[in-house]
T-cell receptor
Framework: KAGVTQTPRYLIKTRGQQVTLSCSPISGHRSVSWYQQTPGQGLQFLFEYFSETQRNKGNFPGRFSGRQFSNSRSEMNVSTLELGDSALYLC????????????FGQGTRLTVV | AQTVTQSQPEMSVQEAETVTLSCTYDTSESNYYLFWYKQPPSRQMILVIRQEAYKQQNATENRFSVNFQKAAKSFSLKISDSQLGDTAMYFCAFMKHVTGGSYIPTFGRGTSLIVHP
Protein backbone atom coordinates (compact mmCIF):
# COMPACT_ATOMS: atom_id res chain seq x y z
CA LYS A 1 0.00 0.00 0.00
CA ALA A 2 1.48 3.35 -1.00
CA GLY A 3 2.18 5.85 1.76
CA VAL A 4 1.24 9.49 2.00
CA THR A 5 2.58 11.38 -1.00
CA GLN A 6 3.31 15.07 -0.96
CA THR A 7 4.25 17.11 -4.01
CA PRO A 8 6.40 18.92 -4.73
CA ARG A 9 9.21 18.00 -2.36
CA TYR A 10 10.91 21.39 -2.69
CA LEU A 11 9.63 24.76 -3.74
CA ILE A 12 11.11 28.23 -3.96
CA LYS A 13 8.75 31.17 -4.24
CA THR A 14 9.04 34.93 -4.15
CA ARG A 15 7.45 37.06 -1.46
CA GLY A 16 3.94 38.08 -2.50
CA GLN A 17 3.33 35.05 -4.69
CA GLN A 18 0.94 32.25 -3.87
CA VAL A 19 1.63 28.54 -3.66
CA THR A 20 -0.35 25.30 -3.74
CA LEU A 21 0.87 22.11 -2.11
CA SER A 22 -0.62 18.70 -2.72
CA CYS A 23 -1.14 15.68 -0.49
CA SER A 24 -2.38 12.24 -1.52
CA PRO A 25 -3.36 10.18 1.51
CA ILE A 26 -3.05 6.45 1.96
CA SER A 27 -5.74 4.66 0.01
CA GLY A 28 -8.89 4.41 2.11
CA HIS A 29 -7.90 7.19 4.48
CA ARG A 30 -10.45 9.98 4.60
CA SER A 31 -8.88 12.39 7.07
CA VAL A 32 -6.05 14.67 6.01
CA SER A 33 -4.27 17.11 8.31
CA TRP A 34 -1.66 19.73 7.52
CA TYR A 35 1.17 20.97 9.75
CA GLN A 36 3.79 23.66 9.50
CA GLN A 37 7.23 22.88 10.90
CA THR A 38 9.75 25.66 11.54
CA PRO A 39 12.82 25.85 13.77
CA GLY A 40 11.29 28.73 15.69
CA GLN A 41 7.73 27.50 16.25
CA GLY A 42 8.14 23.75 15.95
CA LEU A 43 5.28 21.66 14.61
CA GLN A 44 2.00 23.51 14.42
CA PHE A 45 -1.39 22.25 13.30
CA LEU A 46 -2.84 24.09 10.31
CA PHE A 47 -6.12 22.36 9.51
CA GLU A 48 -7.88 19.06 9.10
CA TYR A 49 -10.18 17.87 6.37
CA PHE A 50 -12.58 14.97 6.44
CA SER A 51 -15.01 14.04 3.69
CA GLU A 52 -14.23 17.24 1.80
CA THR A 53 -15.05 19.44 4.80
CA GLN A 54 -12.68 21.40 6.97
CA ARG A 55 -13.26 20.07 10.48
CA ASN A 56 -10.67 21.95 12.49
CA LYS A 57 -8.37 24.89 11.97
CA GLY A 58 -5.27 26.00 13.78
CA ASN A 59 -4.26 29.53 14.64
CA PHE A 60 -3.06 30.71 11.25
CA PRO A 61 -4.09 33.74 9.17
CA GLY A 62 -6.63 33.51 6.41
CA ARG A 63 -3.85 33.44 3.83
CA PHE A 64 -3.61 29.75 4.61
CA SER A 65 -6.41 27.73 3.13
CA GLY A 66 -7.06 24.25 1.90
CA ARG A 67 -9.50 21.89 0.37
CA GLN A 68 -10.14 18.21 0.00
CA PHE A 69 -11.43 16.44 -3.06
CA SER A 70 -13.82 13.52 -3.32
CA ASN A 71 -10.89 11.10 -3.66
CA SER A 72 -9.55 12.44 -0.31
CA ARG A 73 -6.58 14.16 -1.94
CA SER A 74 -5.96 17.52 -0.35
CA GLU A 75 -4.37 20.77 -1.38
CA MET A 76 -3.09 23.57 0.75
CA ASN A 77 -2.80 27.11 -0.54
CA VAL A 78 -0.87 30.03 0.85
CA SER A 79 -1.50 33.41 -0.72
CA THR A 80 0.62 36.55 -0.52
CA LEU A 81 3.66 34.67 0.71
CA GLU A 82 5.79 36.15 3.44
CA LEU A 83 9.37 35.29 4.33
CA GLY A 84 8.09 33.76 7.56
CA ASP A 85 6.11 31.19 5.61
CA SER A 86 9.33 29.39 4.80
CA ALA A 87 8.89 26.02 6.43
CA LEU A 88 8.46 22.31 6.02
CA TYR A 89 4.80 21.58 5.40
CA LEU A 90 3.74 18.11 6.47
CA CYS A 91 0.58 16.28 5.62
CA UNK A 92 -0.81 13.34 7.57
CA UNK A 93 -3.64 10.98 6.81
CA UNK A 94 -5.85 8.85 9.02
CA UNK A 95 -8.51 6.32 8.23
CA UNK A 96 -11.13 8.28 10.15
CA UNK A 97 -11.44 11.33 12.33
CA UNK A 98 -11.49 9.33 15.53
CA UNK A 99 -8.59 7.15 14.52
CA UNK A 100 -5.52 8.28 16.42
CA UNK A 101 -2.76 6.82 14.27
CA UNK A 102 -1.58 9.33 11.70
CA UNK A 103 0.71 8.54 8.79
CA PHE A 104 2.87 11.37 7.58
CA GLY A 105 4.28 12.26 4.21
CA GLN A 106 7.83 13.45 3.65
CA GLY A 107 6.74 17.04 3.47
CA THR A 108 7.21 19.95 1.11
CA ARG A 109 10.08 22.27 1.88
CA LEU A 110 8.92 25.78 0.96
CA THR A 111 11.44 28.59 0.77
CA VAL A 112 10.20 32.15 0.32
CA VAL A 113 12.79 34.62 -0.96
CA ALA B 1 -4.66 24.66 26.06
CA GLN B 2 -2.32 21.76 26.22
CA THR B 3 1.45 22.14 26.32
CA VAL B 4 4.11 19.54 25.73
CA THR B 5 7.64 20.10 26.99
CA GLN B 6 10.73 18.25 25.90
CA SER B 7 13.51 19.60 28.07
CA GLN B 8 16.40 17.95 26.22
CA PRO B 9 17.08 19.67 22.87
CA GLU B 10 19.92 17.25 22.09
CA MET B 11 21.10 13.91 23.34
CA SER B 12 23.69 11.41 22.28
CA VAL B 13 24.27 7.75 23.05
CA GLN B 14 26.70 5.06 22.08
CA GLU B 15 25.51 2.25 19.89
CA ALA B 16 24.02 -0.66 21.89
CA GLU B 17 23.46 1.48 24.97
CA THR B 18 20.18 2.70 26.45
CA VAL B 19 18.90 6.25 26.35
CA THR B 20 15.83 7.92 27.85
CA LEU B 21 14.11 10.95 26.34
CA SER B 22 11.94 13.09 28.60
CA CYS B 23 8.53 14.59 27.97
CA THR B 24 6.11 16.36 30.26
CA TYR B 25 2.71 17.75 29.40
CA ASP B 26 0.07 19.91 30.92
CA THR B 27 -3.64 19.20 30.58
CA SER B 28 -6.86 19.14 32.51
CA GLU B 29 -8.21 16.32 30.37
CA SER B 30 -8.61 12.83 31.77
CA ASN B 31 -8.86 10.93 28.51
CA TYR B 32 -6.15 11.47 25.94
CA TYR B 33 -3.40 9.80 23.98
CA LEU B 34 0.34 10.29 24.02
CA PHE B 35 2.74 9.52 21.23
CA TRP B 36 6.38 9.48 20.36
CA TYR B 37 7.21 10.22 16.74
CA LYS B 38 10.58 9.88 15.05
CA GLN B 39 11.68 12.20 12.26
CA PRO B 40 14.86 11.01 10.53
CA PRO B 41 16.77 13.15 8.01
CA SER B 42 14.35 11.94 5.35
CA ARG B 43 11.82 14.23 7.13
CA GLN B 44 9.01 11.69 7.28
CA MET B 45 7.44 11.48 10.71
CA ILE B 46 7.13 7.89 11.86
CA LEU B 47 5.05 6.73 14.82
CA VAL B 48 7.26 5.01 17.36
CA ILE B 49 4.88 4.24 20.20
CA ARG B 50 1.43 5.18 21.48
CA GLN B 51 -0.04 5.23 24.99
CA GLU B 52 -3.69 5.55 25.97
CA ALA B 53 -4.06 7.58 29.14
CA TYR B 54 -6.62 5.21 30.61
CA LYS B 55 -4.18 2.30 30.46
CA GLN B 56 -1.88 1.95 33.43
CA GLN B 57 0.42 -0.50 31.69
CA ASN B 58 3.32 1.15 29.90
CA ALA B 59 3.40 0.63 26.14
CA THR B 60 6.26 -1.32 24.57
CA GLU B 61 7.30 -1.76 20.95
CA ASN B 62 10.37 -3.94 20.56
CA ARG B 63 13.35 -1.82 21.74
CA PHE B 64 11.13 1.15 22.55
CA SER B 65 9.22 1.51 25.80
CA VAL B 66 7.63 4.33 27.71
CA ASN B 67 7.39 5.29 31.35
CA PHE B 68 3.96 6.86 31.70
CA GLN B 69 3.34 8.66 34.97
CA LYS B 70 -0.17 10.10 34.67
CA ALA B 71 -0.23 11.94 37.98
CA ALA B 72 3.12 13.54 37.25
CA LYS B 73 2.10 14.16 33.61
CA SER B 74 5.30 12.59 32.43
CA PHE B 75 5.84 10.40 29.38
CA SER B 76 9.44 9.39 28.78
CA LEU B 77 10.75 7.18 25.98
CA LYS B 78 13.40 4.56 26.59
CA ILE B 79 15.37 3.22 23.66
CA SER B 80 17.27 0.04 24.44
CA ASP B 81 20.16 -1.37 22.42
CA SER B 82 20.44 1.87 20.45
CA GLN B 83 21.16 1.50 16.75
CA LEU B 84 22.67 3.94 14.25
CA GLY B 85 19.29 4.07 12.52
CA ASP B 86 17.75 5.52 15.66
CA THR B 87 19.51 8.81 14.91
CA ALA B 88 16.65 11.25 14.39
CA MET B 89 14.58 14.00 15.90
CA TYR B 90 12.06 12.62 18.39
CA PHE B 91 8.79 14.39 19.06
CA CYS B 92 6.46 13.82 21.96
CA ALA B 93 2.81 14.53 21.15
CA PHE B 94 -0.40 14.86 23.15
CA MET B 95 -3.76 14.22 21.54
CA LYS B 96 -7.28 14.72 22.80
CA HIS B 97 -10.69 14.87 21.28
CA VAL B 98 -11.70 18.22 19.89
CA THR B 99 -14.97 19.57 18.58
CA GLY B 100 -16.14 17.60 15.59
CA GLY B 101 -14.94 14.28 16.92
CA SER B 102 -11.40 14.44 15.64
CA TYR B 103 -8.05 14.28 17.36
CA ILE B 104 -5.63 17.16 17.01
CA PRO B 105 -2.08 16.66 18.32
CA THR B 106 0.09 19.11 20.21
CA PHE B 107 3.77 18.47 19.65
CA GLY B 108 6.78 19.17 21.80
CA ARG B 109 9.79 20.99 20.34
CA GLY B 110 11.67 17.76 19.81
CA THR B 111 14.86 16.09 21.00
CA SER B 112 17.66 15.47 18.54
CA LEU B 113 19.17 12.07 19.24
CA ILE B 114 22.51 11.06 17.80
CA VAL B 115 23.70 7.48 18.09
CA HIS B 116 27.47 7.15 17.87
CA PRO B 117 29.19 4.01 16.58
Amino acid sequence: KAGVTQTPRYLIKTRGQQVTLSCSPISGHRSVSWYQQTPGQGLQFLFEYFSETQRNKGNFPGRFSGRQFSNSRSEMNVSTLELGDSALYLCASRWGQTNTEAFFGQGTRLTVV
Amino acid sequence: AQTVTQSQPEMSVQEAETVTLSCTYDTSESNYYLFWYKQPPSRQMILVIRQEAYKQQNATENRFSVNFQKAAKSFSLKISDSQLGDTAMYFCAFMKHVTGGSYIPTFGRGTSLIVHP
